[in-house]
């Protein structure tokens, strides 16, 4: 079964970095798009960055986290990242990791990310 947890949320000041982490299990990982997501308080989860798998390492991201986040993976320890830096309030969610095998989504538990002063 495929099994995802994230890691490494917390909270931080406007301006702060952090760097979630997510690892996965039951699946050979290169294989398959990663992604990230975010769901905020009275808010739709959104997908915020995804990266192909082994054979297209392409990097989408959604125009409000351009330039301040960075999705990264490791395939041989399993991992996806997701640098993330210039933190703004507005970025306070709760951070799900991502992924599709056979038709079927899989999602982590997920992290919480508060900016607040």
């Known amino acids: 079964e495929v099994q995802l947890v994230e890691f490494g949320g917390g909270e931080v000041r406007p301006g702060g970095s952090l760097t979630l982490s997510c690892t996965a299990s039951g699946l050979v990982f290169a294989d398959y798009a990663m992604g990230w997501f975010r769901q905020a308080p009275g808010k739709e989860r959104e997908g915020i960055s995804c990266i192909g798998s082994h054979s297209e390492q392409r990097r989408d991201y959604v125009e409000s986290v351009k330039g301040r986040f960075t999705i990264t993976r490791d395939n041989a320890k399993n991992t996806v990242h997701l640098q993330m830096s210039s933190l703004k309030p507005e970025d306070t969610a709760v951070y799900y990791c991502?992924?599709?095998?056979?038709?079927?989504?899989?999602w982590g538990p997920g992290t919480q990310v508060t900016v607040s002063t």
């Open positions: 991502n992924t599709e095998v056979g038709f079927q989504h899989y």
